[in-house]
């Protein structure tokens, strides 16, 4: 194939790609409309579910991460939910953010009675789906950044959760932000397949009560 065709058959993939990304964020975007809030005004239900980010080689949240976790706390504290299931990544021994975040809010009053984990919320879509078929939760809160919120309503919504979502806004560094932007609208095409598709999450398994349990127990 001459360079000139190499060149046309480049330029019509790399406009596809862009358009397809277009698309599928507006898909995503179109699907959450209407199920954002900010704290005050989310309507109350039962549970919170606080979503992972990174966290630290010192076992401490990243600033994303603490901030969703205030906002948790928050939540609890103002009596817009009963309980948080904290999920996320433990994919390997020496990484585990659902310990990191219940040691976080713990160490900031929160009851661990309140708290649930799950450990094998390795991305958005398993977070979601190990959150219904799991632990048996129908309705909740999602927590997590502003430029996440579209992809994470529409992931939950898709496997039968009825959520609203709370957003952190803030910026710890406007470039991480425009960074963290960029790779969300990226993973628009990766969560429009999951809706689609719906594959099983890495893991299964029975029924976990732990959410059930921390909503029903008394504040200790």
Known sequence: MRPRALLRVAVVATLTGMLAVVLCAGVVRYQARGHEYDAAAVPATEVAIVFGAQV?????PSPYLAARLDIGRRLLESGKVKALLLTGDHGTPTYDEPEAMRRY????????????????????????????QI????????????????????LCRSVGLQVDAVADRGQPHE??????????????????????????????????????????????
């Open 56 to 60: 630290y080689d010192n076992g401490e």
């Open 105 to 132: 809010l713990v160490g900031k009053g929160v009851p661990a009675n309140k708290i649930a984990l799950d450990y094998a919320g390795f991305d958005t879509y398993q977070s979601c789906t190990r959150a219904y």
């Open 135 to 154: 632990f048996g939760v129908r309705r909740a809160i999602v927590v997590t950044q502003d430029f996440s919120v579209a992809r994470t309503v529409s």
């Open 175 to 220: 470039g991480v932000w425009i960074k963290c932007w960029v790779r969300d609208q990226l993973a628009a095409t990766k969560a429009v397949w999951e809706m689609v598709t719906q594959p099983d999450p890495t893991f299964l398994g029975r029924e976990e009560t732990s959410v059930r349990d921390a909503i029903m127990a008394t504040p200790t």
